[in-house]
């Protein structure tokens, strides 16, 4: 795996290199990015009772979007290096996913790679645009990656909001200010940072094409986004099949605009998710916004999010995968408040960027409904706390949304200098 990883970031660091050559013999750009987030966090409590401090390296990415013949063609590619610095995870109260818990699960080294054929009709289709893309990345469902907005700390809803590491097939059609998208996808979330997806089973059934989403995003006035999605995923954690679907719904308003004296941002979602065909049920609220004067940001969260609470492992903070069915011991509610303060050090426009910051988080936590899971029995109390101070590194980062691709890379609004 590690030659592979090897071998990989010389492909992009080589196309990256040469772009403008590339450019100018086939009239096809490519766009380097690279950002590192270097983090010192502190977690009370912790499964078990107490606290627990950590440094580590987050969000190591190395990436390529490419364009060309008329943006006809594009391609996205993205490495993502969490699972060399954190194989255990980044400490984060309420997180969970892909056998994680109060910790944010390192990604697949091979994050992205999809690549794209837009407007295929060209002006047979008068205005709109017919496009398909294909590949390995984000599924048209939810709204925006926490890795492009301005927060050091994954929301609690992430994997109630996004489908990200699938294999997945886009068809989108893109008019005026509506987009339309749709995915076939396979179900199967990854369980390993060195994991691709499940394509076929060992019983020569497809996992490819097993689960759907639907996306329509409108855009009414400059600046204002609205979405909504829905998707249901077939037996997510479990990699052969057989266990439980999802059926998942999205809502979603984003605002975001630019000034001489600095920019705003803001967004509010809902999400539900529902599994066994209704027997469990998860919903996220979250409302959170950004605004910057000159080289200050900040930004405020709140959110208000569901999740399972499951049979923990020997190492409280691990659940098993694939689970089994009666290992649900109920449901709990993470109502928490994010505030963070970033200095960029280097004038928005550049490349560059060196972002020192503090972010502090302070809520509760609760049960919902029946079950046996009890937060002060597991914590020690029903009170969150994090706080967590560290600096972004990064290059060309600024504006760029992870997993938009076809039609929509190029019709939605930079967010200069919103990245955390």
Request: proline share 6%; with cysteine; hydrophobic share 40%.
């Amino acid at each position: 795996m590690t030659r592979c990883v090897v071998c990989a970031v010389a492909m992009v660091v080589g196309l990256c290199g040469d772009a403008a050559a590339v450019s100018a013999q086939s009239r096809f750009g490519v766009t380097p990015m690279a950002q590192a987030i270097f983090t010192v966090d502190h977690s009370d409590p912790i499964p078990g009772g107490g606290s627990l401090t950590e440094a580590n390296l987050v969000q190591p990415v190395l990436m390529a979007v490419g364009h060309g013949f008329g943006n006809k063609l594009g391609f996205t590619a993205a490495l993502d290096f969490e699972g060399l610095t954190i194989k255990n995870g980044e400490l984060a109260p309420g997180d969970w996913g892909e056998g994680f818990v109060d910790r944010r699960h390192p990604h697949t080294y091979f994050h992205e790679m999809i690549v794209s054929v837009n407007d295929v009709l060209g002006r047979l289709d008068g205005s709109g645009r017919l496009s398909f893309a294909l590949g390995k990345g984000f599924v048209p469902f939810g709204s925006d990656d926490p890795m492009s907005r301005p927060f050091l700390r994954f929301p609690v809803n992430h994997h109630l909001s996004q489908i990200l590491e699938r294999a997945v097939g886009i068809v989108q059609y893109d008019v005026g200010r509506v987009t339309l998208e749709g995915s076939i996808f396979d179900g199967d979330e990854p369980t390993g940072p060195s994991d691709w997806p499940l394509l076929r089973t060992d019983q020569h059934t497809w996992r490819f094409g097993d689960s759907w989403s639907g996306r329509a995003t409108v855009r009414p006035v400059t600046g204002l986004e609205l979405q909504g999605s829905l998707a249901h995923v077939r037996s997510p954690e479990s990699r052969p099949g057989g266990g439980p679907d999802a059926d998942k719904l999205s809502v979603s308003a984003r605002w975001n605009d630019s000034q001489p004296s600095g920019e705003r941002y803001a967004m509010v979602e809902y999400a539900r998710t529902s599994e066994l065909r209704g027997v469990f049920v998860y919903h996220t609220f979250l409302a959170e916004g950004m605004l910057s004067r000159r080289q200050w940001q900040v930004s405020y969260r709140f959110e208000r999010t569901e999740r399972p609470e499951e049979v923990r492992l020997v190492d409280p903070f691990r659940t098993q995968r694939p689970s089994p069915d009666n290992s649900i011991l109920g449901i709990s509610r993470w109502s928490l408040h994010t505030l963070h303060v970033a200095y960029d050090a280097v004038p928005l426009r550049r490349k560059v960027e060196i972002q020192p910051f503090v972010e502090v988080t302070l809520g509760r936590v609760a049960e919902v409904g029946a079950g046996i899971f009890d937060p002060v029995s597991l914590y020690g109390t029903d009170q969150v706390r994090a706080l967590s101070v560290g600096m972004l590194v990064g290059w060309g980062m600024r504006g760029h949304r992870m997993g938009r691709y076809g039609t929509l890379a190029g019709t939605m609004d930079a967010m200069d200098g919103m990245r955390m």
